[in-house]
């Protein structure tokens, strides 16, 4: 993912089922008025679906893309964020069992960016689409 360490995002160690990742502050991800730019934060909330998929799900296999995301701004972003996610092993199991079946499934995730002070800034719904790679239709 090229344009993530250029707005210094980071991936950081997680659970099986679960993601997150860090942004630090600078002057290529922070706004005119000294916080973490919306899309920035958006970048984040996304990517967390993406490391879920990735990490267990064999992408020789299949792909994955954003379907939809509702995002909610709740706080300023100020310094530090860290951005998780996770989805439950019964949750897994559906998102597995209708990929086996079907070839392809959407599945919406919950995902919070959490400052410095443990408070959450962000928050957003997500929706994603894991489907075969051989699978056009």
Request: include cysteine; glycine fraction near 6%.
């Amino acid at each position: 993912f090229p344009i993530y360490p250029l707005c210094d995002i980071s991936v950081l160690p997680s659970e099986q089922l679960s993601a997150r990742c860090l942004l630090k502050p600078n002057k290529i991800n922070s706004n005119h008025i000294g916080t973490a730019h919306a899309g920035v934060q958006w970048m984040m909330l996304e990517l967390l679906g993406g490391i879920i998929t990735i990490n267990n799900f064999d992408m020789s296999k299949y792909t994955v893309v954003a379907r939809n995301a509702q995002s909610n701004f709740l706080r300023p972003a100020i310094g530090q964020l860290i951005g998780q996610a996770s989805i439950t092993p019964q949750d897994f199991d559906k998102i597995k069992t209708t990929l086996d079946q079907c070839g392809k499934v959407n599945f919406d995730l919950d995902t919070q960016l959490i400052d410095d002070n443990d408070v959450v800034v962000c928050s957003s719904i997500n929706t994603y689409q894991i489907r075969k790679i051989n699978d056009t239709k």
